[in-house]
């Protein structure tokens, strides 16, 4: 039987365009704030590393928070586009605020209007934003192909914007005048720019009502309507291997985000062209992109996401192994072949990513018979805040522990050996750790179990008294 469709293409694309609302928070800040506060502003990277694992403290009971809030809202927007479309004007103002730290302020008021502005971008605005637009993917269709559809959408346009940022960047900064003065330029263009967008993509999709999520369910509205406090929604999700897997996942993957991104002091320092990180963003964003496009085709042919996803990783795993043999040969060209390599097998975990998490929803549905979807998105954005600060403050942490000097144009042996240990060799055992987290992540086969068995019970003489 052929699912009910619910999204015409502007839908698909409407939604997927939220992403660049997104990426130009995202990409920007963990692309740039590090070199921005080191070699602008002046700050010391591991003081600034220690701030950022500090504001994860306060970003702790937000996630769950913000999740079972959405799950709570009801609004004539619906329960998920009021967060994200408010959240987001706090996204514009803070991240704006980051990259305007007045230069003549003393060092201390320096590192607190940092950890101010970083955390309530983080734990509070971008936490609700992101949430909101992640928990969409199961609240404005029931059909599997078109979350999948979705998602793809998404992150073509998320890893565009970021291809777009990485590549531009340095040079908007240079031409806005440089220095404090360029950055602070940029920042208010990027957050004006996302503000346009997440309003457009807020508007370009609608929720379904409560009927018609629980539609050929078995349950009444009223039963999935049940309330429930926060604890209980951090009980139902907690309890959910597949939503601890993905959150898993998802740190590690921030976490070698930010590695890669690192790349901007490896370029700087090891390949000593600044301008080489533009042109690895390329090979990191083209072969994803490419992969997005497929994702939709490949899920369907392999009827699921399971095995395309597993498979894909094992892929990217032998591109990262190949890329530290590269950096070690010295070779470019070589870097950049099977940088590409890397991430195109990749690409079709951040393809259906949402689909999945849509799936893990299912899975709690199955089995507790709550409805979570809000609270259950909370491991997108966990996993960015927990993974990107994690990862950031680790960064900072050891490229202060090897003695970088951001007013060196040559750094001491010492951080070139640990340049080549962040750039190269953290994000190979990371690929490692998800492909080996993936393989025990199927949750489509665990609800095809449940639903067998539920058909079973309910069918004459299936019931065991």
Known sequence: MQEKTYLKWYNKVGYGSGDIAGNVVYAFLSSFVMIYLTNTVGLNPGIVGTLIAASKVFDGVTDIFFGAMIDKTKTRLGKARPWMLYAYIGCAVTLAAIFAIPVDLGKTSQYAWFFIAYTLLNAVFYTANNIAYSALTALVTRNSKERVQMGSYRFIFAFGTSLLIQSVTLRAVAACGGGAVGWRTVAILYAL???????????????????????????????????????????????????????????????????????????????????????????????????????????????????????????????????????????????????????????????????????????????????????????????????????????????????????????????????????????????????????????EGANAELKAQQAFQEAPGGRNF
């Open 193 to 443: 720019i996302g503000l346009l967008v997440n309003t457009v993509s807020a508007l370009s999709v609608k929720e379904l009502s409560e009927e018609e999520l629980n539609e050929d369910s078995g349950e009444n509205v009223q039963a999935a309507e049940e309330k429930y406090g926060l604890a209980t929604a951090a009980r139902l999700v907690i309890s959910n291997k597949y939503y601890l897997m993905i959150c898993g996942v998802y740190i590690l993957q921030q976490v070698y985000t930010t590695m890669l991104n690192m790349g901007i002091y490896y370029m700087t320092y090891v390949l000593k062209n600044e301008n080489l990180y533009g042109v690895f963003s390329w090979a990191i964003n083209i072969p994803l992109i490419a992969a997005l496009v497929f994702t939709p085709t490949l899920v369907a042919r392999w009827k699921g996401m399971y095995k395309l996803n597993l498979r894909g990783y094992m892929l990217g795993t032998f591109g990262r192994a190949m890329v530290v043999a590269a950096g070690y040969l010295g070779s470019i060209p070589l870097m950049l072949l099977f940088t590409g390599v890397a991430a195109l097998g990749q690409g079709p975990w951040q393809g259906d990513m949402n689909a999945v998490i849509a799936s893990c929803s299912e899975y709690t549905y199955l089995t507790k018979h709550k409805r979570v979807d809000g609270t259950m998105y909370s491991c997108t954005s966990l996993g960015v805040k927990l993974g990107g600060g994690l990862g950031t403050a680790v960064a900072g942490l050891m490229l202060a522990a090897s003695g970088f000097d951001g007013s060196l144009a040559v750094q001491p042996e010492s951080c070139m050996q640990m340049l080549y240990l962040m750039y190269l060799w953290i994000p190979l055992f990371i690929s490692l750790l998800i492909t080996f987290v993936l393989s025990k992540m199927n949750v």
